[in-house]
């Protein structure tokens, strides 16, 4: 049974930093693409970064590029975003999903995910 658990969240200001982390149970991170995801109040739930099985190529949207980060550890089995130089708009519930299928690349398409964790709340004050 594929189980992730994200931590990390909480209440920071902005211009400030916060490391997400994503524990993988069930199956390895270095056969599945990870993806973060986000949801505000009121809104759909929206791609935020996602790195392939292998960790070579990464995606990130328009709105987190050149702020976010986003890694794995297979030794961990984890996925981690570092977000940096936060905004109140960053402000949301965040996800990490797993790709349905192996060996497989970053997807912004929330259907390709077979996987969620519970999500771990991010509030960024300004």
């Known amino acids: 049974q594929v189980q992730l658990v994200e931590s990390g969240g909480g209440l920071v200001q902005a211009g400030g930093s916060l490391r997400l982390s994503c524990a993988a149970s069930g199956r390895t991170v270095n056969r599945y693409a990870m993806g973060w995801f986000r949801q505000a109040p009121g809104k759909e739930r929206e791609f935020v970064a996602a790195?392939?099985?292998?960790?070579?190529?990464?995606d990130y949207s328009d709105s987190v590029k050149g702020r976010f980060t986003i890694s794995r550890d297979p030794a961990r089995n984890t996925v981690t975003l570092q977000m940096n130089s936060l905004k109140p708009e960053d402000t949301a519930v965040y996800y990490c999903g797993m790709r349905r299928d192996p060996n497989s690349g970053p997807s912004s398409i929330t259907s390709n995910y077979a996987y969620w964790g519970q999500g771990t709340q991010v509030t960024v004050s300004s």
């Open positions: 790195v392939s099985y292998s960790g070579t190529y990464t």
